[in-house]
T-cell receptor, first 113, second 113 residues
Framework: AQSVTQLGSHVSVSEGALVLLRCNYS??????LFWYVQYPNQGLQLLLK??????LVKGINGFEAEFKKSETSFHLTKPSAHMSDAAEYFC???????????FGTGTRLTIIP | DAGVIQSPRHEVTEMGQEVTLRCKPI?????LFWYRQTMMRGLELLIY????????DSGMPEDRFSAKMPNASFSTLKIQPSEPRDSAVYFC???????????FGPGTRLLVL
């Protein structure tokens, strides 16, 4: 069965520092991968998705993620953190031909002024 | 363009009462998904519909839960009778097609006393 593992349930970075949120997937076939962000008391919003085109995917709000098959990873990065990035981030996987998204447990990002 | 609409946003009820959560998907979207989010279990897919037809309800916890989609613009998730362990945030999401990006509503926060 496909799944994703998010390393670190809480990550804190200083404002202006690099943001790195980790996601590893397990799938027997190349999957579709997603990052969603959830701000307090809101629903999930799609940041970016990998659909087997380019391995480096650029999303909204300056975020990007790189698909590395050799490492089965899809880590989310942003060069310079902003206070408004404080939120919970979810990695998700969907197998080709399947409608169901499987979410990771989430990483809460805190930005230190 | 209006996003996914959910009502109510908050619901407090007593154990044993019937609870009905409502969702209006984005116009033109053919797929609808119900999720539950808890601290212990994270985000879980409960059921999803394609063209108003339930496709997979394997995530529905037990017979106390039921979901309907009588038309393309409305879906309900009902819990009868409710129990304290049903307390969670329930999200509805819709997508243009079954394997396309899912757009989430703001969620209904349910507390069963």
């Amino acid at each position: 069965a496909q799944s994703v593992t998010q390393l670190g349930s809480h990550v804190s970075v200083s404002e202006g520092a690099l943001v790195l949120l980790r996601c590893n997937y397990s799938s027997s076939v190349p999957p579709y991968l997603f990052w969603y962000v959830q701000y307090p008391n809101q629903g999930l919003q799609l940041l970016l998705k990998y659909t087997s085109a380019a391995t480096l995917v650029k999303g909204i709000n300056g975020f990007e993620a790189e698909f590395k098959k050799s490492e089965t990873s899809f880590h989310l990065t942003k060069p310079s953190a902003h206070m408004s990035d404080a939120a919970e981030y979810f990695c998700a996987v969907r197998r080709s031909g399947n409608e169901k998204l499987t979410f990771g447990t989430g990483t809460r990002l805190t930005i230190i002024p | 363009d209006a996003g996914v609409i959910q009502s109510p946003r908050h619901e407090v009820t007593e154990m044993g009462q019937e609870v009905t959560l409502r969702c209006k998907p984005i116009s033109g979207h053919n797929s609808l998904f119900w999720y539950r989010q808890t601290m212990m279990r994270g985000l879980e897919l409960l059921i999803y519909f394609n063209n108003n037809v339930p496709i997979d309800d394997s995530g529905m916890p037990e017979d106390r839960f039921s979901a309907k989609m009588p038309n393309a613009s409305f879906s309900t998730l009902k819990i009868q009778p409710s129990e304290p362990r049903d307390s969670a945030v329930y999200f509805c999401a819709s997508s243009p097609g079954p394997q396309e990006t899912q757009y989430f509503g703001p969620g209904t926060r349910l507390l069963v006393l």
